[in-house]
């Protein structure tokens, strides 16, 4: 019985939740002039069509955009999951007298809004040639510190049995980070790296901002040239959306399963 | 003499073992230092001044730190910034920890559930914004449709100031709650097995399974989600700059969305800038009070 | 799974390498040639192919196809010179454009709305047109005079008006026919034309059709139809040379009053975020809109609908108004500025014609008075309506002043503080701006 509630409230907020993006599909296939926010002329699904994909494949670079927004999105994933899990290595496992103070300052990173920083990193990244260029994007997304601090959550949850176990092996620091603690973060790791690749997927306003050619823009930025400034093609907005959602969902998809991967504990005697 | 030396080479130790570690922090505080840390310094610099579009004007010294303080606005936007952190950090932290219990039990085709969940976190801030403006619409909004259709009254939840802060809410919820769940969903699976098996065969029920087991196994996580959450929603800017203008009026505006006015649309950058630096004070402060709070728990 | 876990990390970390080598090979490229200017530059020395300009523009959906169709023709039509567009539309453009033109990274061309350049023009970093136009033939008499006008600063001209843009009554004509308000000639029968006299109709309006709503109000964008009224009335934002705000008085409390009533008697919905929609969708009557919407609501099959230059409820005709023009940074080298010249000087007297279908009036005098173009729908309304628009006050303060003021109005609006208080603070900040 109480199983029976649970699967139905799972299913209830799973529709809940679908609700808002079944929306956005079905207004992304209207054709122009139907009126999204009319219910009847909405569930009539006769006039469904392609169009408004078609016309945005069509036009420019789309594809460029997505390349390069991929790139960068794996790029600084990878980038961010390597120096994140060293840095949390050296958090959780290690003491040194400065540790407290450069947690902290590590912290720190995620105070400052971009907003702020906008103009003074556009300085910055200018003089070191990086504007229109990938780096000059990738570069700036390593700095988010929540890695470190997740990774370094998950590393302090390990059995220290396990750790003294293979420091008798003599495992020493690298090894010992590398064979101990990155398999064991794994699950951990791939969460942290879904969240840097979104990040970057949908970020905005410094792409936009730091990149002037068509050939390095990322689809983020590039986007919102299918709005509209005052007349609003709902169903351009909502397939343009559409497409810039797909790739970043799959990357979940493909990855979800190693997020429940587990850490398999038993049999490990103390 | 001996005693000297032996010091010395202890000392000399130490600094070897010191350096090793931070070597191990060195990959990140080089991008952090150059693209962050150094942005935050110049941003400092610029805060000093009258500067604009066409760069620095004149040296103010700290007199745009003085205006700022002296300003109604700087302290109801910094309002407006905690009174959404207490609404929405709760409602997101326990929203997330339910739907990862529920999706971490053996039931058909969890995945699905796990990736319907997690779907909207994948959407950009604009596009999740647009979709909700539309469903919360006062006039031909879907929500008001469905509340009609059960005879029940409709709302302005945009522009009556009862209901915007919840409708920023709960379309936040609906967008971030998957990655909450995710990290809840991993912090989960640490938990050994064999300490739930334990519990079983001494007959615990599932609450207090839940309260001895589960819960302070994800205390660790559950600290860094708080911890995040609460800075995250500090810097709310996206939603109330799209969906509610800051409105009705300036109810929904939070500092954020100030400072981003004062530098983008009124061209005063020396002033943001210290708006900026005002604000990183604070949340140093309200970080520092939470680790303590946090840490207390733990002992 | 944990030799899996390392396959997968290892095929990652070689992919990203392979992808990271193809990365860095194509952008030392571009670093090696140093940018597209000087590469440009040397080719226009050496007159070896065409010179080619990198054009900014903020026009999206729609406007962006016109926008987009003019630089084709124009690059079909001639073969010196190629423009490069890049279409930026957002909120934020502005923000790219001013870290553009203050770091010289930066296009060659770029839109720029007319009452934006003015601390460009400040800061130096816009370059003055007059002898590039001089040397690509192009002559500013061509151009409208209030738009040539609004470009001067310092008896110089900085920018090409390509248009001006402003609000129109759009009134939906089966509505008002179902009213019995509409004349014969098709247009609404307003009747009295002052602010009693235009709550009378709408009043009547929401009797005769208690589910319409008798006037849409741009509450989101709220600066636009008070500026509209308040102009009418003859008010100013600034004093005469701009030194002073000149806002705080009994026409700017008139107009807000009006306003407030009209949301207090239902005859306006204050809740409403897509006005424009609401007209569009047949739901609202008469409607102050842009005259971007042209082509959106007459090109709507069900919608039937008119447009007539906003009524002097007010007194006068005067109504808020702006202008896209095209800006040329100062570090642009003397080839492309006379490159861009010639581009603007296509976009005035041949481009105008497409750019005119998307509703803006196009700057150029001879487009105007074209039959092609007063065949569009309503069109000698919008060139009549364009002779009364006001422009904003010539102050490189200016968007501070506007943030300020809308942020006010939002206030006003939405009851957290009275006109009286309201028209206080924005005099206050105002003045507090402009003494900076």
């Known amino acids: 019985m109480k199983k029976a509630v649970v699967n139905l409230s799972a299913i209830g907020f799973a529709l809940l939740f679908l609700l808002p993006l079944v929306w956005m599909i079905v207004v992304s296939l209207k054709p122009d002039g139907v009126s999204a926010t009319n219910v009847r002329d909405w569930v009539d699904f006769s006039d469904l069509t392609l169009d408004n ?56 990173g995620l105070l400052i809004p971009v907003e702020a920083l906008l103009i003074p990193l556009y300085d910055t990244v200018l003089h070191l040639q990086l504007l229109d260029n990938m780096w000059g994007i990738i570069l700036p997304g390593l700095t988010n510190p929540l890695g470190i601090m997740l990774l370094k959550q998950f590393m302090d949850g390990i059995p220290q049995n396990y750790v003294e176990a293979a420091r008798l092996d003599g495992c020493r620091d690298f090894r010992l980070w590398r064979s101990v603690f990155v ?62 959602a797909i790739p970043a969902m799959a990357v979940f998809i493909v990855l979800q399963k190693n997020i429940v991967q587990g850490v398999a504990m038993t049999g490990i005697k103390g | ?61 700290l007199d ?210 210290a708006q ?24 | 799974m944990k030799p899996g876990k390392w396959l997968q990390t290892t095929m990652v970390l070689t992919l990203a390498a392979v992808m990271l080598l193809a990365g860095c090979g194509s952008n030392s490229n571009e670093e090696g040639s140093g940018g597209t200017t000087t590469s440009a530059a040397e080719t226009a020395e050496t007159n070896s192919g065409p010179v080619e300009i990198t054009y900014w523009n903020l026009f999206g959906g729609g406007e962006g196809d016109f926008a987009d169709q003019i630089v084709k023709n124009f690059n079909d039509s001639q073969s010196e010179i190629v423009v490069k567009a890049l279409r930026l539309e957002s909120n934020e453009y502005y923000a790219k454009l001013g870290t553009a033109l203050a770091s010289g990274k930066g296009p060659d061309v770029a839109i720029a709305h007319v009452d934006k350049i003015a601390p460009f023009v400040k800061a130096n970093q816009l370059a003055a047109l007059d002898e590039p136009a001089a040397k690509a033939g192009f ?60 709550k009378n109709f709408l009043t009547e309006l929401k009797n005769k059709l208690p589910d319409i709503e008798p006037f849409a109000v741009n509450v989101p964008y709220f600066h636009e139809p008070f500026y509209n009224l308040y102009y009418e009335a003859g008010g100013d934002l600034l004093n005469a040379d701009n030194t002073q705000a000149a806002i705080n008085n009994d026409k700017a409390l008139q107009v807000l009053n009006f306003y407030l009533d009209l949301f207090d008697s239902k005859l306006s919905d204050v809740n409403d975020k897509t006005p424009w929609q609401t007209f569009h969708d047949g739901k609202a009557a008469l409607w102050f809109g842009g005259v971007w919407e042209a082509g959106w609501h007459f090109g709507e099959q069900n919608l039937n609908v008119g447009a007539m230059p906003l009524p002097p409820i007010f007194g006068s005709e005067q109504h808020w108004g702006s202008s896209h023009t095209l800006v040329v940074p100062a570090y642009v080298d003397p080839a492309k500025q006379e490159a861009a010249l010639k581009f603007a000087k296509y976009y005035i007297l041949e481009g105008g014609k497409i750019w005119g279908q998307a509703g803006h009036v196009p700057a150029g005098k001879a487009v105007v008075s074209s039959d092609e173009y007063k065949n569009l729908p309503y069109r000698k309304y919008f060139i009549e309506a364009q002779k009364t628009v006001k422009f904003a006050p010539k102050t490189d303060k200016y968007n501070a002043i506007d943030t300020s003021i809308q942020e006010v109005l939002q206030n006003i609006v939405f009851k957290k503080v009275t006109p009286q208080e309201g028209l206080g603070i924005m005099e206050k900040e105002i003045n507090d701006i402009l003494a900076n």
């Not at chain 1, 973060?185 to 730091?210: D, E, H, K």
């Not at chain 1, 590039?222 to 093609?233: E, G, R, Y």
């Not at chain 2, 900026?276 to 002992?299: G, H, P, V, W």
């Open chain 1, 53 to 108: 994909y078609r016309k945005i494949f069509n036009s420019s670079g789309i594809l460029k955009w997505m390349l390069n927004s991929f790139l960068i999105g794996t790029i600084t994933t990878v980038i961010s999951l390597l120096i994140s899990s060293l840095g949390a290595f050296a958090f959780s496992q290690k003491r040194f007298r400065t540790k407290v103070v450069l947690y902290v300052f590590v912290a720190s």
């Open chain 2, 64 to 273: 745009n730190y003085a205006k700022i303080l002296r300003d109604d606005n700087f302290y109801a936007n910094l309002w407006h910034s905690f009174y959404f952190v207490l609404i929405f950090v709760p409602l997101v932290i326990v929203f997330g920890l339910v739907l990862a219990l529920l999706v971490n039990r053996k039931m058909p085709m969890r995945a699905l559930f796990r990736s319907v969940y997690f779907l909207p976190y994948v959407l950009s801030v604009s596009i999740v914004c647009f979709i909700w403006m539309r469903m919360l619409d006062s006039g031909s909004g879907l929500v008001n449709s469905i509340l009609a259709a059960f005879g029940l009254p409709g709302a302005n939840w945009l522009t009556d100031p009862d209901w915007a802060w919840w409708s920023i809410a709960i379309t936040t919820v609906w967008w971030t709650v998957g990655f909450v769940m995710v990290l809840f969903l991993a912090g989960l699976q640490e938990i050994p097995v064999e300490f739930y098996e334990a519990a079983n065969i001494d007959g615990a029920n599932s609450y207090q399974r839940f309260r001895h087991i589960t819960l302070p196994g994800l205390s660790g996580v559950m600290r860094v989600q708080i911890f995040y959450q609460v800075i995250a929603s500090l810097k709310l800017f996206g939603q109330v700059h799209i969906m509610t203008q800051g409105g009705p009026g300036d109810t929904t505006n939070t500092f954020v969305r100030y400072i981003y006015l004062t530098g983008f649309k009124k061209d005063l950058f020396g002033l943001a800038s």
């Open chain 1, 183 to 244: 398999p064991l973060t794994s699950s951990a790791m791939v969460s942290v790296g879904i969240f840097y690749f979104i990040l970057s997927w949908n970020n905005f306003i410094w792409p936009y901002i730091a990149i002037t050619s068509e050939e390095h823009m990322v689809l983020a930025a590039a986007l919102p040239t299918f709005l509209s400034n005052n007349t609003l093609l709902v169903n351009n907005i909502m397939a343009a959306s559409a497409i810039a």
């Open chain 3, 139 to 198: 002559d500013y008499a061509d151009v409208t005079d209030s738009n040539a006008q609004s470009v001067v600063y310092d008896g110089k001209h900085y920018a090409v008006p390509i248009d001006t843009h402003f609000h129109m009554l759009y009134y939906n004509k089966d509505l008002l026919d179902k009213a019995g308000l509409l004349t014969a000639d098709g247009l609404p029968n307003l009747g009295d034309v002052s602010p009693e006299g235009f």
């Open chain 2, 276 to 299: 900026s630096l005002l604000f990183c004070l604070i949340m140093l402060i309200i970080t520092a009070a939470q680790y303590r709070f946090m840490n207390k728990r733990e002992d």
């Open chain 2, 1 to 61: 003499m001996l005693h000297d030396s032996v010091a010395k080479r202890r000392s000399l130790k130490a600094l070897a073992a010191e350096l090793s570690a931070i070597a191990f922090l060195v990959p990140f505080l080089v991008p952090f230092l150059v693209f962050y840390v150094w942005p935050v310094v110049k941003g400092g610099w610029m805060s000093l001044h009258v500067w604009g579009v066409a760069g620095k004007q004149r040296f103010v010294g």
